[in-house]
């Protein structure tokens, strides 16, 4: 498997670090069942760190968009952050940028739910 996962906490914000390619097959699958699981376990705003990702495929765009929706269904929400160059560039063709809020840092992916919680 070419993706590795790392969850911590910032406050109430669970941050999972992403390491490798997301794409189908073993790395999608394990994205997808440790975010579902944390979603499970009442942790509903998360933010995906995309810092160290170098490649995503169709399918691991399917599951990002996967877990967005899960999120949401929830009652919760998934922000993207800290995109590499080719990452950004591939959610700008497929117009996915414009479902996901896409933040250029963890802070300020971080900063938005603070915001979202004093209004």
């Known amino acids: 498997m070419q993706l590795r996962l790392n969850t911590r906490k910032v406050g109430d914000v669970l941050v999972v ?7 189908f097959g ?6 997808r069942d440790m975010v579902k ?10 933010v995906l760190n995309l810092s160290g990702v170098n490649y995503i495929d ?9 877990l967005y929706t899960t999120a949401q269904n929830a009652g919760g929400a998934l922000k993207l952050a800290a995109l590499t ?10 117009k996915l940028v414009t479902i996901f809020e896409v933040f250029d840092s ?3 992916a971080l900063e938005s739910f603070r915001k979202g919680a004093a209004a």
């Open 37 to 46: 699981r944390l979603i499970e376990e009442k942790n509903t705003s998360l």
């Open 106 to 108: 963890e802070e300020q």
């Open 85 to 94: 160059q080719r990452v950004g560039d591939l959610l700008q063709v497929t």
């Open 17 to 23: 670090d992403c390491n490798g390619k997301i794409v």
């Open 58 to 66: 169709s399918g691991g765009l399917g599951t990002l968009v996967g």
């Open 26 to 31: 073993e790395e999608s699958a394990a994205l």
